[in-house]
């Protein structure tokens, strides 16, 4: 099930349309220790790794009582796999008709996230998580 709307944007006087907001984001990683001491260093974050059953990392950018975004860190599978987000949005169903009726012509199927929250699916070339 999609969780709640974070926003709004106003069309015009008399449309108002939900936007959807970016609240996660993954970053792989070719040497995943290299990369946490450069994002520690560099930006402060907190990288502490996850004690679950694969390699990754939880990304701590800042105080909850601040604007921003957490994420992970995961080790780099493929290449030309780059930064992935996770965008909240209101009702699945009808953004995936969305994403295929824009141009997305290739659309995985859904799959359950195992231990975290809701419904994903992957949005290839973009790598576009939706929950």
């Given amino acids: 099930m999609a969780s709640a709307i974070l926003g ?17 984001f993954e970053i792989p990683a070719d040497d995943p220790e290299r990369s946490i001491k450069f994002y520690e260093t560099v930006f402060g974050w907190t990288i502490e790794k996850w004690d679950g059953p694969i ?9 909850e009582d601040k604007p921003g975004i957490d994420g992970g860190l995961a080790r780099r599978e493929d290449p030309e796999t780059g930064v992935e987000n996770t965008i909240d949005v209101k009702n699945l169903d009808q953004t995936l008709a969305d994403v295929k009726a824009n141009g997305e012509r290739s659309c995985d199927p859904e799959w359950q996230f195992p231990v975290w929250v809701g419904w994903h699916t992957l949005k290839t070339r973009k790598a576009i998580h939706l929950v």
């Fill in 55 to 63: 390699e990754y990392w939880l990304i701590i950018t800042g105080d």
């Fill in 8 to 24: 709004k944007q106003i069309l015009d006087s008399n449309l108002e349309v939900d936007m959807s907001r970016v609240v996660h």
